[in-house]
């Protein structure tokens, strides 16, 4: 049938519209619908976030657990994990160029859960993997501004110390993107970014995945293992257990020793000082 030109456009005016009709109708109750039932969740759990229905990376890993108030919501005990768990980490991107300041491991009276890196205030901030970002928050006496990301390969990172942040609270982000300027806010005792791998909670040595000296993983694949990945949870034990001496007038390293069962040596090993060290008065004595 031969149909005029006027009439076609009359008729292909008709369908787009009927078309646009039908597709409002079924888009417009779907909306509804999440959020209802978003809503009736969030009654039924109490549950005071957001986005509860949203996805959120390696959510099958994190239990579903999803909170921007705390670094550690888990509370999973290394010896829960699995003994060994392999972490795609090949679309890695090195956060700043810095050299490390400062490694992970014991310092004198906590543990540092991260690698240090230098930079210059004010220097850009890159995200070490595809991810979203999960805390966004500010300690004057520990991190400073700080970021945690978590990412789709199932670790999480933290920046800290920072003089600005440039994202927002659950941003997406790709790798390799700025999210901060570094600073020296919080305990810093000059620019630096403080970094943290973590998996679940727990804080894995970052040198243990990344070369920082050429500024790429050592492997595409990381093997987590609780020997090789956590052996570290001794010295924190050690740590916690730490016993400290304030020194006093007239003390000697051997006298502390004496009164405390211990011996010179000791002292010296757990205090990293030469047995002819020089005692200063209030002094924190580690002994044992
Ligand atoms: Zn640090």
Redesign the pocket.
């Given at each position: 049938m031969f149909i005029s030109s006027k009439k076609s456009i009359s008729l292909i005016f008709f369908l787009v519209t009927v078309c646009h009709i039908n597709a409002d109708n079924k888009a417009k109750p779907n909306i509804v619908a999440k959020r209802d039932t978003a809503n009736i969740y969030k009654e039924m759990f109490n549950d005071s976030s957001d986005d509860l229905m949203e996805n959120h990376p390696a959510d099958d890993i994190y239990n579903n657990i999803w909170t921007c108030d705390r670094l550690n919501p888990y509370k999973i005990p290394v010896d829960s994990l699995p003994d060994t768990v392999r972490i795609d980490v090949k679309n890695f991107h090195l956060p700043v160029p810095g050299i490390i300041t400062?490694d992970f491991g014991p310092r004198k009276y906590r543990y540092?859960y991260?690698?240090?890196l230098r930079l210059a205030v004010g220097d850009s901030v890159h995200v070490a993997f595809d991810g979203k970002v999960r805390i966004i928050d500010y300690e004057a006496r520990g991190y400073g501004h700080y970021i945690v990301v978590r990412h789709n390969n199932g670790l999480e990172t933290v920046y800290?110390h920072l003089s600005k942040v440039l994202v927002y609270l659950n941003q997406d982000v790709k790798g390799g993107d700025v999210i901060a300027l570094g600073g020296n806010t919080g305990r810093s005792t000059g620019p630096?970014l403080?970094f943290e791998t973590r998996y679940l909670g727990n804080a894995v040595n970052p040198a243990n995945i990344i070369n920082f000296n050429v500024g790429r993983v050592h492997n595409d694949m990381y093997e987590m293992t609780k020997r090789k990945s956590f052996y570290y949870q001794r010295e924190v034990q050690a740590l916690k257990a730490a016993k400290y001496y304030r020194v006093r007038k007239g003390d000697t390293l051997s006298q502390i020793a004496m009164r405390n069962g211990t011996s010179v040596k000791n002292l010296c090993r757990l205090n990293n000082i030469k047995s002819n060290k020089k005692l200063q008065l209030d002094q924190k004595i580690r002994i044992w």
């Open positions: 400062s540092h991260g690698t240090d800290a630096h403080h």
